[in-house]
């Protein structure tokens, strides 16, 4: 998330010299540029690791500034979430073992991250998105308390003038909204980065963007959220969202999200890039630098453009471009963000390295590339790829390939040769490049989780069925198994064990609802038609406010004439409610006490699930 001191702008006193030492991180940049004073060899690579932390239920954990603290290590930082956290792994340059090297530094990492977080009682899921996060964990008590977090929540509902939407359709939908930017929580993703030459910014830029679809298409790891099977990529349509500053009008809204991939080709030089993204978003943090970067550059230091680098931290490119220093040279790199983390480290290796080789191997007659495909096939190819991963066909060379065709045929013989140009040795490069080869003929990860998650929901209920499925995805990258070979779950391994589980594990929470104000003689008729045992009933606000049941049905049939009674004179008004938290025993008393066979579940006055007397005795 970079820079963590910072403050909000709108309104500041400090607006006008922040905006001054911008402009200045502008002129700096365009001065060094000019002056040639940018780093060209050798070619670096990076990553950055996103990973979640889950308790022994397998549900999202709090304690990522627990761990963090006794992990002590620079290479781990905070996330949005307190049940995220992040590694950075140390730049090579690229060439030799570079990739073995950078993956078992990996391994080490997480390794001494999982020791740790053994001791407070948690595990490390590498995943797109956690199978397991609920609404509940968007609520501002998961927020990590570091004071940017909160500002970006602020200025983002500010700017918005309402709470987030989030509206995702797959195979299911998800329609909800939300007060806080945790959203952006839910994504955890393996972030790659590759040094560019910025005097060929133009080239290298638009082939990324080019290649970004087909490259997303067999990488893909997040089909699911809230256990909805929405996009096979969801992390694209929700950090999209999640971050969205743009407030919904009645008129045309042109203007971008902050969470992109681009409306046009580049064009021009990186500080074009730059100037394009301060045109098009509005700052809103800052922090002061004692001293300007035109100041610092004519002392003979290399600034760091902290001003620019802050703006560019909070406008979120797919293939977004940065700037470094190391070793007291300037560099520029291009970051991946739109490749999920997981299923296991060796797959997203493979993953880097796949991108990484396809940038460098690009043929002479894929140069300018904007000059020969449209941009907008490039734009479709990418969400085409996030909506249905390795099922995707996409426009190549005026041609519709298959996703299998084109990496297989073109992208797979590209990356072999960029990869060999730069020196990576033979075996490392087909050591990983075949776990790509294993993938397309069999399956992502993705397509993993769907499956196992319809296997599982044959027999469990919804909770039970997300808890089992980040248990069997820890179980296989503890293996470091590679997605291709990930077997479904056995069902007959996870046996119910019903009284050590919570009301959240039992209850149905696709439940058929009516308002106060619907026809009585429908909604009984509807429960016979269905055979529909509770019906809970809710007011305008889509509050909880009474409840209709068999009983209730079995009266008014036998006395036809007071179907025309209003629900609100007919239904149950005294409720006895649970909550998704309390224990099964809890629901089974509470039922047996009131000689009820059904709870239904609240959270405040809102209904979240139903649980009946067959849910906590079968």
């Known amino acids: 998330m970079g820079e963590l001191r910072v403050e909000k702008l709108r309104d500041n006193p400090q607006k006008g010299l922040y905006i001054k030492q911008l402009l200045a991180d502008i002129e700096a940049m365009e001065h060094m540029l000019d002056k040639d004073m940018f780093e060209r060899s050798p070619i ?206 009645f008129l045309l809204n042109e203007r971008e999200a902050r969470v992109h991939f681009g409306n046009d080709w580049a064009q021009g030089t990186i500080v074009d890039y730059y100037k394009e993204a301060i045109t098009g978003f509005k700052s809103f943090l800052y922090a002061i630098e004692e001293e300007d970067s035109m100041s610092q550059l004519k002392q003979g230091k290399i600034p760091k453009l902290k001003a620019l680098g802050l703006h560019n931290g909070t406008v979120y490119t797919w293939n977004r471009l940065c700037y470094g220093v190391g070793d007291g040279k300037p560099h520029i790199r291009i970051e991946n963000r739109y490749i999920p983390s997981g299923p296991s480290t060796e797959d997203e290796i493979a993953n880097m390295m796949l991108w990484v080789g396809v940038m460098m191997g690009r043929p002479k007659k894929y140069n300018a590339i904007h000059t020969k495909m449209d941009f907008q096939d490039a734009k479709s190819n990418f969400l085409i790829a996030a909506r249905y991963g390795m099922a995707a066909q996409f426009y190549w060379d005026n041609k519709l390939l298959s996703s299998q065709q084109l990496l297989l045929d073109i992208f797979l013989p590209m990356a072999y040769k ?14 990983y490049l075949k776990i790509i080869e294993k993938r397309i003929a069999s399956k992502n990860g993705s397509r993993w989780i769907v499956s196992s998650y319809r296997k599982l929901r044959q027999e469990f209920k919804l909770p039970d ?113 649970i909550t998704e938290e309390e224990s099964i025993s809890k629901a089974k008393h509470l039922m047996k006490a009131n000689a009820i066979n059904c709870l239904p579940v609240v959270h405040g006055k809102k209904l979240v699930g139903i649980v009946t007397n067959k849910d906590v005795w079968e």
């Open 465 to 577: 069925a997300l808890s089992i499925l980040t248990e069997k995805m820890y179980q296989n990258q503890q293996k470091g198994y590679t997605v291709d070979a990930w077997e479904l779950p056995r069902i007959e391994r996870y046996p119910k064990h019903k009284e050590q589980r919570k009301v959240l594990h039992v209850m149905n929470v696709k439940t058929v609802t009516a308002q106060v104000t619907d026809s009585s003689e429908l909604v009984l008729k509807m429960m016979q038609w269905k055979n529909i045992h509770h019906v809970p009933i809710l007011n305008k606000e889509q509050d909880l406010v009474g409840l209709l049941t068999w009983t209730d049905l079995e009266d008014y049939l036998k006395n036809p004439d007071k179907l025309e009674e209003r629900i609100e004179v007919i239904m149950k008004t005294e409720l006895i409610t």
């Open 418 to 431: 960029g990869l060999y140009q730069m020196g990576v040795a033979p075996k490392d490069a087909e050591h």
């Open 44 to 249: 670096r690579i990076g990553a950055e690791q996103e990973f979640c932390l889950v308790d022994k239920a397998w549900q999202p954990s709090n304690k990522a500034l627990e761990v963090l603290k006794a992990i002590d290590d620079p290479h781990f930082t905070t996330e949005l979430a307190l049940y995220n956290l992040e590694i950075n792994l140390d730049p090579i340059p690229l060439g030799g073992v570079c990739f073995s090297q950078m993956h078992h530094q990996l391994n080490s990492l997480l390794a001494k991250a999982g020791k740790v977080a053994d001791e407070y009682g948690t595990k490390i899921i590498l995943t797109g998105v956690l199978p397991t996060i609920a609404k509940k964990h968007l609520e501002t008590n998961y927020m990590t308390p570091i004071n940017r977090y909160k500002i970006l929540n602020e200025v983002v509902r500010e700017q918005r003038q309402s709470n987030i939407e989030l509206h995702i359709k797959g195979v299911d939908e998800l329609n909800i909204h939300h007060d806080s930017v945790l959203f952006e929580g839910c994504n955890t993703s393996f972030q790659s980065h590759l040094q560019i030459d910025p005097n060929d910014f133009e080239d290298t830029y638009n082939w990324a963007q080019a290649i970004a679809g087909p490259i997303l298409s067999i990488c893909t790891n997040s089909p699911m959220l809230f256990g909805r099977e929405l996009w096979e990529e969801t992390r694209i349509a929700l950090f999209t969202q999640s971050v969205d500053t743009r407030a919904s009008t």
